[in-house]
């Protein structure tokens, strides 16, 4: 087992739990029962995003027949992403305005996964904001699924339902990957992921996640992914006399402290101050609880490291979740394919965004 998936202790239950701040993976195309084209254009603007309060983009009629609807009637609404997962969340959470896609999250008995795919797909269907004041957005609807086999109780299987609003920034929308086969909470059922998008819906993309990426000098062949995300951060900490080791064991010990959620693990790793719940102490701070030292990164070596561990450390943990006997899931955060949320300018992939306002070395 690897350095990082010995050392990073982001467990199953802490995943499940993370979305709530913004957060959740991804995994394998899959059929759907009838293809269609995955249409509408995502809205453009913040005033555009949101339908009026008095706006039912999902009919009374709909809601009231949901006790009666069964599998099929999903596939008529939803196109089937079977084995892939939506995307977590990260760098998304910290751009200024936030992105936060995430609606809600819960789990239940179901005798079937159709049976939970059809339950999950009417709470989707009811879900509208509350009506606003003119202080806030509002209208804000479900656009996308999820849903998750995780454990069994006596012989009955427990399914989570997690509900997106894929329209909520049109720049920054949640992309599907393959989803690995993850250990469930008590290690004895696999957890079984299927991804579901409104026919209306922003097309779900996909993204190919880095592979490969671990602390130390792997024993094959190095990926291209390790070469570029990984060496120049442990040759700057070798070059600047430290011990690449001493700084990753820093670091994935405060990660694995604050990193309940891929929102906090940005947050700590950009240095980010936003309330996310238990705001992590930046990681690569001189200050107690933060490795600047060990890692170069800090003001005392005039950030010499930072920018190369930031990008080391966005790409762990945007590395593919990851089956490991007694850690659960772990990454699959989101750190590339970012914009400006207002203009669509890309960012660059692995990088904390620039209203994070990092530090330069030599400037500062």
């Not at 254009?41 to 983009?57: D, E, G, H, L, Q």
């Not at 999903?74 to 751009?95: A, C, H, R, W």
């Amino acid at each position: 087992m690897n350095y990082i998936l010995a050392t990073a202790s982001l467990t199953v239950a802490a995943a499940a739990a993370a979305e709530a701040t913004g957060v959740y993976d991804t995994r394998a195309l899959a059929k759907t029962g009838k293809k269609t084209k995955q249409g509408a254009k995502a809205s453009t603007s913040k005033s555009s995003k949101s339908k009026s309060c008095k706006s039912k983009s999902k009919s009374s009629k709909s809601i009231s027949k949901s006790s009666k609807r069964d599998f099929d009637d999903v596939l008529e609404e939803y196109d089937q992403f079977e084995g892939m997962m939506t995307s977590k969340m990260g760098l998304p959470n910290i751009l200024d305005p936030m992105v936060q896609s995430f609606l809600s999250q819960t789990k239940g008995p179901f005798a079937s996964e159709e049976e939970a795919t059809v339950a999950c797909s009417t709470r989707c269907n009811e879900h509208i904001k509350p009506c606003c004041n003119e202080s806030e957005e509002c209208g804000e609807e479900c656009t996308t699924f999820e849903v998750a086999r995780l454990y069994q109780v006596n012989g009955t299987d427990y399914y989570q339902c997690q509900l997106v609003n894929n329209n909520a920034n049109q720049f920054n929308t949640r992309r599907i990957s393959p989803a690995l086969p993850d250990l469930s909470y008590d290690g004895d059922v696999s957890v079984t992921r299927s991804t579901y998008n409104g026919k209306s819906a922003p097309p779900l993309l996909t993204v190919v996640r880095p592979q490969g990426l671990s602390a130390s000098f792997p024993v094959v062949a190095p990926t291209e992914d390790w070469v570029n995300l990984v060496l120049p951060a442990i040759s700057c900490i070798a070059v600047n006399g430290g011990d690449p080791q001493a700084c990753t064991d820093c670091f994935f010990g405060a990660s694995s402290v604050a990193g309940d959620s891929c929102a906090a693990l940005a947050a700590g790793i950009c240095g980010f101050e936003r309330n996310l719940g238990d705001d992590p102490t930046p990681f690569f701070t001189d200050e107690a609880g933060g490795c600047g030292i060990p890692c170069f990164a800090g003001e005392a070596s005039d950030f010499a490291c930072l920018a190369s561990l930031q990008t080391f450390a966005l790409g762990v943990f945007g590395q593919d979740m990851i089956d490991v006997p007694g850690l659960g899931p772990s990454f699959g955060c989101t750190s590339q394919h970012i914009a400006d949320p207002l203009t669509g300018d890309p960012l660059p992939d692995y990088t904390c965004p620039p209203n994070t306002n990092q530090p330069v070395p030599g400037e500062n």
